[in-house]
């Protein structure tokens, strides 16, 4: 009897232990130039993801656009969404719920921070709200930026959201598509990056601050949709991404008051083929890093300055929608000298954050979205 026992007892463990072999082995490996990685999923199952922001102790906030914000809770997604959102969310096109991030002090102040497409009647526009985190809602709403004017379209939102190391909130906006002229006209917010205080009110160093008519809010202007914000570790500098038309996707490093050119200048053409502008090049208006023709669609952005990857130190990772791939770039100073591509073909990658634990997690864009991390081999 104490035999058999014996012998099925060996059984069971060596078909765990099979299961197991299988599951590792299954694991694919990925190469890249620097270093060699594997992805480890951390939740599935979220609606079309698109921003996230680590807590305290390693639990994920991660926004899902059709208007969710979800907690992935010592690894495992929370099935009961976040309370407490605002009622005005207009869930069409590339509108909804969108970023996500939180008060630097937020261990003492709780303080989440979403922006998404608020609805007014029949047009809507970006905004962004706070509220004291509770664990499964949001309390005592307020809302810190409203974009003006709203418009008519379902498209081109920007909104992500990034604080600096002055404690002050970079908010992104887009030119609605069909007022991209207005992306030229510092008088109104589209198309601009917005610097706001952590209760919206305006820095005193904005550069329009005082102007007879330009808003006060407005950090730089003449932008398309930008749809990654960064802070480099490095030199506390500010610099984005924004989408291009048909080609023409552009990093830039954001200064105050400057004009990136949307739609005087653009290296790319319309959707149609028809011409844009016919400048690439325009006095008192920026140049970019580096642009991206065709169009790889670029999502979500950060720095990479942790440990698990120590040859990444400084690069800089974007997601890529359009070309479904996370993209890096190798920097010298302000100079991009490198790319690679890495996981060509996975996913649509709406976000890419380096994590407290220094590890890279990414969103894939997709009905059942994931959370993906990205562990040295």
């Known amino acids: 009897m104490i035999l058999h026992l014996t012998n099925k007892i060996v059984f069971l463990l060596l078909v765990f232990l099979l299961i197991n072999l299988q599951f590792v082995c299954a694991q694919e490996v990925y190469i890249s130039e620097e270093h ?10 979220l609606e079309r993801p698109w921003g996230m922001a680590f807590l305290p102790g390693g639990d994920v906030l991660v926004t899902e656009r059709v208007g969710r ?6 690894g495992k997604l929370v099935s009961q969404p976040i309370q407490g959102l605002p009622e005005n969310i207009y869930v069409a096109g590339q509108g909804g719920l969108l970023d996500v991030a939180l008060h630097p002090d937020y261990e003492n102040n709780q303080l989440v921070y979403i922006s998404f497409a608020g609805r007014d009647g029949r047009i809507a526009g970006t905004e962004v709200v706070r509220g004291r985190f509770n664990g499964v809602a ?3 709403i307020e809302t810190i930026f409203v974009v003006d004017p709203k418009t008519r379209g379902k498209l081109h939102y920007g909104s992500r959201l990034v604080f600096a190391a002055d404690g002050t909130l970079y908010i992104t906006t887009g030119d609605r598509y069909d007022r991209l002229h207005d992306a030229q006209d510092p008088h109104n917010h589209l198309g601009a990056i917005i610097r706001v205080n952590d209760d919206g009110s305006i820095p005193k160093d904005n550069p329009f601050v005082g102007h007879a008519k330009n808003r006060p809010e407005i950090y730089s202007y003449g932008h398309r949709n930008v ?15 924004e989408h291009g038309p048909r080609g023409g996707d552009e990093v830039n490093i954001i200064q105050a008051g400057a004009n ?7 290296y790319g053409i319309d959707y149609s083929g028809a011409i844009i502008s016919d400048k690439t090049h325009a006095p008192g208006m920026q140049q970019p890093v580096v642009y991206w023709d065709p169009s790889i669609a670029p999502c979500g952005m950060t720095f990479y300055e942790g440990r698990q990857f120590p040859r990444w130190q400084g690069d800089l ?3 890529a929608l359009v070309q479904k791939h996370l993209r890096r770039l190798q920097m010298k100073g302000d100079e991009v000298v490198k790319q690679e591509v890495l996981l ?10 380096t994590g407290p634990d220094g590890y890279l997690y990414i969103l894939t864009d997709e009905k059942n979205g994931k959370l993906l991390r990205l562990e040295p081999n």
């Open 260 to 266: 990136y050119g949307w739609p005087a200048i653009t």
């Open 36 to 45: 060699e990685f594997k992805l480890v999923e951390i939740a599935e199952k």
């Open 227 to 241: 749809q990654g914000i960064a802070i480099r570790p490095l030199d506390q500098s500010v610099w984005s991404h």
């Open 69 to 74: 914000l979800r907690l992935i809770k010592q």
């Open 344 to 353: 060509e073909g996975f996913a649509r990658i709406r976000d890419v954050r």
């Open 317 to 319: 990772f974007v997601g």
């Open 138 to 140: 949001l309390e005592n």
